[in-house]
């Protein structure tokens, strides 16, 4: 796809929250630029967890095969009291589940952050993106029009500046964000009371690799150690915590580390080799009232920061992402209001603050909890954790003919089955035959530059499928994917489809799309009325 003719949007930060907007922003033909004040990529597993939801949304962004290529399965978890050689508890904080033709990817999936980093990376330099690294922001002058950025390059060893001017502006440059400080955005939360030592460390013998081992308790001190998916490097990823550590001692050296862990954990036989990188922090709790302040917005930890239970931060990153790009993109292109930028903030803040909410409950069961306490939830990562069960039904671009636009009591509200599919809802997938291409997924016909109207129509009424089809062709070219699924045992070959003219069309397999969906999808409508006013608020 060729990029549009203006200047490149400046994301700050090159983590996988600006990663997947540059690449987002790319597919949809938009320019882009990425710098990082880090002179190289960060190498280590960190934000090391990837949610099911997060793995369709890289389905999304061509990204899906090379990360389940490389990762690997969450580890079942060995608690042991200080000095155990016998784990009092050993369970898997998200048990497996089966996956169904609606939920292909219900299991997290373990990788490194950087090697997340690096597949991004590789994806959008095929766009001919390539980050700028060393490169770091200085200062910003925010008009009506555009936003002036002074960088500073200091890959050379000096100091270069440059002026830069850019359509938008958006800070993915972590919890720390200059951008979020300029523009006075108010950071919501607090600071818990624990504090964290944090990094990998080779672990060369001693240990079960195939067990995330944990050691203590958080009432005194606790340490963790969990392999990362490559099965040809021995780092471990380390997180130190517990009411009487002393954290600026235990991250002063590896020495002062690993002194510590055979304190706790008296397994003197553990060997340790090199120390990859090591941090001491006290978590905040945080997220900003406001996403974006006139042509800048804030995505990632600029906008919010999670307590590390339940592996939030990271995914909530890519989510920013994907629901700010098409928008972003939409409205460089000038297809979209510039009013459309507003549902940013409306669709993501509601979803954050829940999910804070429950990474507070989670954090604060977790340091008042024995290990030994079977019968806790504060270890249990299931359910909503899996991000698949966040909507945006209370959005004002979201259009709901079916159903009433009743009162939600959570934007994490969402009830499988057959009957519950709302406007604003993840959409679910399911196997069809399309025409011409064969056996293949709703996935599969998604796509992050356009958006795929479905048309359901269990009795096919070639009259009404042509006037839908006609009614959308007045929308900018390419912008808009119409999609005609065929009830399970109506073929495309049938003589009614003769002389008809169709973008896709796909027949169900055995039902499952029909059960997902009956007939609603994002805009959930009736009738063509329905689609020209959810298309009208999108499109200028």
């Known amino acids: 796809m060729s990029l549009v003719e203006v200047k490149p949007i400046l994301i700050i930060g090159a983590g996988p929250t600006g990663l997947s907007l540059a690449l987002a922003l790319a597919k949809n033909g938009i320019s882009v630029r990425v710098v990082e004040k880090r002179t190289e990529p960060f190498i280590g597993q960190r934000g090391g967890a990837i949610m099911p939801r997060t793995l369709e949304l890289h389905k999304l962004l061509g990204t899906l095969s090379d990360v389940l290529r490389v990762c690997g399965r969450p580890l079942s978890t060995d608690l042991f009291l200080p000095h155990g050689r016998v784990p009092v508890r050993t369970f898997d904080m998200a048990p497996y589940i089966e996956p169904t033709p609606d939920r292909p990817y219900p299991n997290p999936v373990m990788l490194w952050q950087s090697r997340q980093e690096e597949i991004l990376r590789v994806h959008l330099a095929a766009l001919g993106v390539h980050v700028e690294f060393g490169v770091e922001m200085e200062d910003f002058e925010h008009n009506d029009d555009r936003v002036i950025v002074t960088l500073v390059n200091r890959v050379s060893g000096s100091s270069v500046k440059e002026i830069v001017e850019t359509p938008y502006l958006v800070s993915a440059e972590g919890a720390h964000s200059t951008v979020r400080k ?20 080779e672990v060369l013998d001693g240990l079960d690799r195939d067990k995330w081992y944990f050691c203590g308790e958080t009432s005194s001190k606790q340490v963790s150690l969990c392999a990362g998916e490559d099965p040809t490097t021995k780092y471990m990823y380390m997180l130190f915590t517990g009411a009487e550590l002393d954290c600026v001692k235990t991250s002063s050296s590896r020495e002062a580390l690993i002194e510590e862990i055979y304190a706790v954990t008296g397994r003197c036989e553990i060997k340790f080799g090199n120390l990859l990188w090591l941090s001491s922090y006290t978590p905040n709790i945080r997220t900003v009232e406001d996403f974006s302040k006139g042509r800048c917005f804030v995505a990632g930890d600029a906008a ?10 990271l995914n909530s990153g890519i989510h920013d992402s994907v629901n700010l790009a098409w928008k972003l993109a939409n409205v460089v292109k000038g297809i979209s209001p510039s009013s459309l930028l507003e549902t940013y903030g409306i669709e993501r803040l509601p979803v954050i603050a829940g999910m804070l909410e429950k990474t507070i409950e989670v954090h604060k069961k977790t340091h008042s909890t024995s290990i030994t306490d079977e019968n806790s939830d504060a270890w249990d990562r299931g359910g909503d954790f899996d991000m698949l069960h966040m909507h945006y039904r209370g959005s004002p671009i979201v259009v709901d003919t079916i159903h009433p636009h009743d009162a939600l009591s959570s934007p994490y509200a969402y009830v499988s089955g057959r009957d519950n599919v709302r406007a604003g809802d993840r959409a679910p997938d399911a196997p069809v035959f399309v025409h011409s291409r064969g056996t293949s997924t709703i996935f599969d016909l998604f796509g992050i530059a356009y958006h795929t109207v479905l048309i359901f129509s269990k009795n096919p009424d070639m009259g009404m499928i042509s006037f839908m089809l006609d009614s959308l062709s007045k929308y900018p070219s390419g912008s808009v994917r119409t999609v005609v699924i065929l009830p399970q045992g109506h073929s495309y070959t049938d003589p009614k489809f003769a002389t008809f003219t169709l973008n896709i069309v796909a027949e169900d397999q055995n039902g499952n799309a029909y059960a997902s969906y009956l007939g609603k999808d994002w805009a959930i409508v009736e009738g063509n009325a329905g689609i020209t006013t959810y298309f009208d608020s999108i499109f200028v």
């Open 182 to 201: 300029m523009l006075q955005l108010t950071f919501h939360g607090e600071t818990t009371t624990q504090s964290y030592v944090i990094g990998d460390i």
């Open 304 to 313: 919010h920061i999670f307590a590390l239970s339940g592996a939030q931060g």
